[in-house]
């Protein structure tokens, strides 16, 4: 018998756009945020940076100590699993929406860059 295995597992690094806030979902209340990443691509010579903005929920159970870390610009590290959800509008279209689903996360932090003085 053929097993169809799998596995959704997702890693992004990038920084947190906009103001989290929380809302309660189907399975509890979860930390909810837009995740904008930035790819450097190289093509033919040229280089374009690509971005991409994901939709991050982070169960209230995964939050630690630290929410009010969570602002505009920040940059977080998030371990997690894609899900995608259908729902019908009100003109009968099917629509998508496409969530990360955090189930380890980290704020990155940012230090300083320090000259040495080297005189």
């Excluded at 990443?37 to 010579?45: C, L, M």
């Excluded at 894609?82 to 279209?93: A, C, E, L, Q, Y």
């Amino acid at each position: 018998m053929h097993k169809n295995q799998g596995v959704n597992k997702i890693i992004l690094v990038g920084q947190i756009h906009g103001r989290p806030e929380w809302r309660t979902i189907a399975y509890g209340r979860c930390l909810c945020f837009q995740l904008i990443t930035i790819e450097d691509i190289n093509k033919q010579g040229a280089t374009y940076q690509h971005t991409e903005i994901h939709s991050v929920r982070v169960p209230e159970s995964v939050i630690e100590n630290d929410v009010e870390r969570f602002h505009d610009g920040v940059e977080v590290f998030v371990d997690g699993k894609i899900t995608t959800m259908s729902s019908v509008d009100d003109n009968g279209v099917r629509r998508y929406d496409t969530t990360i689903i955090a189930s380890k996360y980290s704020i990155m932090a940012k230090t300083p860059v320090q000259v040495l003085n080297t005189t």
